[in-house]
């Protein structure tokens, strides 16, 4: 068990901007979906929990919605290897799919996530990050629908976690530690 910072991480991105933003997404999202008979909204476990639920509460178009759990280990010996830990449930061949994620860093998970769902044949697969952390990138991946871009910092709240804490604060802050190792668990949803 490690030790956590009393101080609360500071805020990035307010509720209030967190929910003008994600507004304006699911208009978005409903204009460009309007004619689709058959859209999969997938959420990837456990970060993108908040932002699905915030999200699809304003989009008006049919859907259904399933979750991949996935994780990856940042110090292993393969750099970028995702394993998935949950699979998806609802058939997805010829849907429209949209993937919820919360935060693009280097892009490995959800570039395995996207092949694997072209794969499985998707009629179209979209993706829906509420943040990027583009200059971490190591393989490309087009985010349809993005929230807000950031720099190089550890986020936390509003889903995203340090060590499954802080998922639940309202806002997104950045976590300053203060010197205490956050560890170097493989590093799950
Ligand atoms: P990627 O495969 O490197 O793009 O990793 C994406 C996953 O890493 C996200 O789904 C998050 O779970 C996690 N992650 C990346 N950056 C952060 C961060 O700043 N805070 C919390 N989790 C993060
Ligand atoms: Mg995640």
């Known amino acids: 068990m490690m030790d956590f910072p009393a101080k609360p991480p500071k805020v990035l991105?307010?509720?209030?901007?967190?929910?003008?933003?994600?507004?304006?997404?699911?208009?978005?999202?409903?204009?460009?979906?309007?004619?689709?008979?058959c859209l999969?909204?997938?959420?990837?476990?456990?970060?993108?929990?908040?932002?699905?639920?915030?999200?699809?509460?304003l989009v008006t178009v049919p859907v259904s919605i399933d979750f991949f759990q996935t994780s990856s280990y940042s110090s292993?010996?393969?750099?970028?290897?995702?394993?998935?830990?949950k699979d998806v449930e609802v058939s997805i061949r010829d849907c429209d799919v949209l993937l919820i994620e919360d935060i693009v860093d280097t892009g490995y998970t959800l570039r395995t996530i996207l092949d694997l769902l072209k794969f499985r044949g998707a009629r179209s697969?979209?993706?829906?990050?509420?943040?990027?952390?583009?200059?971490?990138?190591?393989?490309?991946?087009t985010i349809d629908y993005r929230g807000?871009?950031?720099?190089?910092?550890?986020?936390v709240?509003?889903?995203?976690?340090?060590?499954?804490?802080y998922r639940n604060l309202p806002y997104i802050?950045?976590?300053?530690?203060?010197?205490?190792?956050?560890?170097?668990?493989?590093e799950v949803g």
């Open 76 to 85: 292993g010996t393969t750099p970028g290897e995702v394993r998935i830990r």
């Open 13 to 37: 991105i307010s509720e209030a901007d967190l929910s003008d933003r994600i507004h304006s997404i699911a208009e978005q999202i409903n204009h460009d979906y309007k004619d689709s008979d």
């Open 40 to 57: 999969v909204c997938i959420g990837i476990l456990k970060g993108s929990v908040f932002f699905l639920v915030d999200l699809l509460k």
């Open 125 to 141: 697969v979209k993706l829906c990050a509420l943040l990027d952390k583009a200059s971490r990138r190591k393989v490309d991946v």
């Open 148 to 155: 807000f871009a950031i720099d190089d910092v550890f986020v």
């Open 173 to 186: 802050g950045v976590y300053e530690n203060d010197g205490l190792d956050p560890g170097s668990d493989p």
């Open 157 to 165: 709240g509003y889903g995203l976690d340090l060590n499954q804490r």
